[in-house]
């Protein structure tokens, strides 16, 4: 195979930092050398936010959505926020979350992987270095990891003090995410307090009603039964997963920590970390990085990968072939996804490689619409997911998962949905910091859309 003499990473030269001697692309042009040093010692000696141990647990939870006997649902804001933060803002994205994994587990009897873009997903690639606001050429917005997103000059330079920021607010949130899904609120008994009252009057919120229902139901007579279930963790506890992408290498290398118990290392900024589709090259930085971590990891795949790249992903980021090891993300637009996903699937399924196949049908969805908002049409999504089942089920392998921008908040960020949100719409409600998301009711759609693809 042409592009696999991308030679197998040679384990025994990596270190956290080796990336560094590699083209790293999408970094900041930091101006202050010894901030951005100060920053990463300071970063390096703090506390790791996961353990390597749920890592590991995490890698096994997606090992079965490889072997197609579980689902990914990974989903969160394309960028969090330094601004847009509260606690209620959480528990929102966090209720929306545990509403389609019901579903989908309810409607499609499938396990969910429960998997958050979130607690860490603050840097943002850009496809423009800089961008134009009214006469003036300035910085692009990378993230509030990184700069401000106001349209000015001096609000757009890279300020190394929002890396320890944005691990702080990483912190909260994940303990917040931990409290929630671990102390009550996740409880299958509060099913009916996670729709929310504006997703609650929808057909949707509806739909969702009457499963909550079943469910109430099923377990009142498990304990007529006799049954006692209060010692069935599984039903009071939700086991939810951090992700980020892996974009700027400085952060990722200060939170790499050895693990007491393998010696293995493990980024400990999160329990999954992904490469974006213009950071992936196979002799870049980023899967330099990537390769050497023990964490399951991903990589987007858009239209200009061909099968000899994808393959060099497989060998360069799961050399050892471990189920769960590696996502693959696949985000090509529902008008191209037919000319490209055939061709990775079957590839990928004759050199033997075990993978998670995840559908972003976001990103390669998005155009501009009249009013200059960033946006994306619910059909397309749906239409792009439609596909990527079909072309599964014609190759004969499993569709493991999706990956969605959404947010709980009733937003107007993308078109169409139960509310039939059209362009001159979009201004009412549009808070996102970087591309458009679903709000809670376009999310529950999606998740009754899938659980029947899934049954299909
Ligand atoms: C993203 O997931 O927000 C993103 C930038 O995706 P991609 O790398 O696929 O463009
Ligand atoms: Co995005």
Redesign the pocket.
Known sequence: MASTNTSAPDASSWSPDSWRAYPAVQQPAWPDDQALKRANATLSGLPPLVFAGEARHLTRALGQAAQGRAFVLQAGD?AESFTEFSADAIRDKLKVILQMAVVLTYGAGVPVVKLGRIAGQFA??RSSPTEQVGGQVIDSFRGHMVNDDLPEAAARVPDPARLVAAYQQSVSTLNLLRAFTKGGFADLSQIHAWNQEFVASSTEGRRFEDIAEGIDSALRFMSACGIDLTGEDTLHEVDFWTSH?ALILDYEEALTRKDSLTGEWYDCSAHMLWV???TRQLDGAHCEFLSGIRNPVGS?V?TSASADDVIGLCERLNPERIPGRLTLIT?FGVDAIDDHLPELLRAVESEGHPVVWEC?PM?GNTFTAEGGQKTRRFDDIIGELQAFFRIHREVGTWPGGVHV?LTGDDVTECLGGFEDIVEGQLGLRYTTT??PRLNGRQSLDLAFRIAELLRG
């Open positions: 394309c943002k690639p992408e974006g589709e213009r987007k858009g985000r972003d990103h921008e970087c591309d």
